[in-house]
């Protein structure tokens, strides 16, 4: 599939500002969606709206929906049906789920968590291992290397810690961790891994295995679904633990995690948003990691030619990896001379759409020698952005 095909099944890109193309380099705060998407949301509360569980046709439709949701999540993230749980969004899933996790600490142990991340994966720990009389140790970002090493994360890890709370890639500078490598080192230790994959997704194969992690989240509104969250929990730690839940409420898995009733409508668009996914892939054989060689094959001139450009402009701060290597295709960077405020309103103005502050990622933005209140100019791109587009937006921040 082309790009201009990909750009035709988005009907939000055909959006115009001021009579111009509007230009959406706002992925990390929510991507935009196929028109597949939006016709499943509408067709299940159209056609097929009921809550889960009745002896009638539109209720065995509903429970239908989210078993092959669940089935595609399983091939998505690859894991079991039963490991896939899922909740308003990822910062409601963490909260809950870290009430029922913080109930296997004792007073002595400690948490790890991370300064890059976004604050959905590091408060929630923080306010648990409060409750718990739990320490919280903070994995330092490497200014030099540009993310949080593998290293620094290790360096706080000893016999007492029970978790590692940390993301795939960063929301604000794009950079990766070595997650995977962290996993490595700490299993069999008694170290639980809870990874943040929001950022991470809509760009990479998240492969649960191969990482080797235990619990995993994401939200698929910022994979080109609605508004739905995501936890993976591996099972024989999920049975150890127990869940927050009302006794009427299943006690089986992975219901046993889900809080209150689903939004049935968006799991369907989230249905529709992975067979999306699987429809970019070449190689059906080898699955999704497919669809991520061709997303990044789209990506791929668009961060070089965004670096290139980047390196002619004058008077900007680019915060983060300097290179295409070890990073999403995000973007943080701050003017010597305008606010990211007055810049974000100012493209905003002329249809492109960057968002500006701290994006919840408030320790890194303190980390990085900025101010919260000011944040950066965050350019998100995607596979459906277009070199041109990224020329747009340089010519326009060469004439502000
Ligand atoms: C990296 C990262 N983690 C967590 C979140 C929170 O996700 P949600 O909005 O689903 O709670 C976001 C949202 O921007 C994010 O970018």
Same mark, same amino acid.
């Given at each position: ?79 079991? #049906? ?84 940390? %993301? ?67 099972? #024989? ?10 006794? !009427?409420?299943?006690?089986?898995? !992975? ?29 059906? #054989?080898?699955?999704?990691?497919? %669809? ?8 791929? !001139? ?22 295409? #290597?070890?990073?999403?295709? %995000? ?36 980390a990085l020698g900025l101010k919260r209140e000011e944040g950066v100019l965050r ?22």
């Open positions: 599939m082309r790009v201009d095909d990909i750009r035709g099944m988005f009907p939000a890109l055909a959006r115009q500002v001021g009579g111009r193309q509007a230009i959406y380099f706002d992925g990390p705060g929510g991507s935009q969606v196929p028109r597949s998407v939006a016709d499943a949301v509408s067709n299940h509360l159209l056609e097929s709206n009921a809550n889960y569980g009745p002896n009638f046709i539109t209720g065995r439709e509903t429970i239908a929906v989210v078993q092959e949701v669940r089935r595609k999540l399983a091939k998505f993230l690859n894991c079991g #049906e039963t490991e896939v749980s899922f909740g308003q969004n990822m910062t409601s899933l963490t909260f809950a789920f870290s009430r029922a996790l913080s109930m296997t600490w004792q007073v002595g142990d400690n948490v790890v968590v991370s300064e890059m991340d976004h604050d959905a994966n590091i408060t929630p720990w923080v306010l648990a291992a409060r409750d718990r009389g739990v320490e919280v140790r903070v994995a330092r970002y490497d200014r030099e290397a540009g993310t949080v090493t593998k290293d620094e994360v290790l360096r706080l890890v000893d016999d007492r810690t029970k978790l590692v709370a940390i %993301t795939l890639s960063s929301n604000l500078v794009g950079s990766h961790v070595e997650v995977g490598g962290i996993c490595r080192e700490v299993r069999g230790r008694g170290v639980r891994v809870f990874v943040d994959g929001v950022h991470h997704a809509p760009h990479e194969r998240i492969d649960v295995k191969d990482l080797g992690c235990d619990f995993l989240v994401c939200s698929a509104y910022k994979f080109f679904g609605p508004h739905v969250g995501i936890l993976f929990g591996r099972g #024989e730690v999920m049975r150890e633990l127990n869940p927050y839940k009302i006794i !009427p409420a299943s006690d089986a898995e !992975p219901h046993c995690w889900e809080t209150g009733t689903q939004n049935f409508a968006g799991l369907a668009g989230l249905s529709a948003g992975l067979d999306y996914l699987w429809s970019l892939g070449r190689d059906k #054989e080898a699955g999704f990691s497919a %669809t991520f060689d061709y997303i990044r094959e789209l990506e791929a !001139p668009l961060v070089d030619r965004f670096l290139e450009r980047f390196r002619e402009l004058k008077n900007y701060v680019l915060h983060g990896i300097a290179g295409s #290597e070890g990073r999403s295709p %995000t973007f943080a960077f701050t003017s010597q001379i305008e606010s990211p405020e007055r810049l974000a309103k100012r493209l905003g103005d002329q249809g492109v759409f960057v968002w500006n502050g701290h994006m919840y990622a408030v320790r890194l933005v303190d350019v998100g791109l995607m596979h459906y952005n277009t070199v041109s587009e990224v020329d747009r937006l340089f010519d326009l921040l060469e004439g502000l």
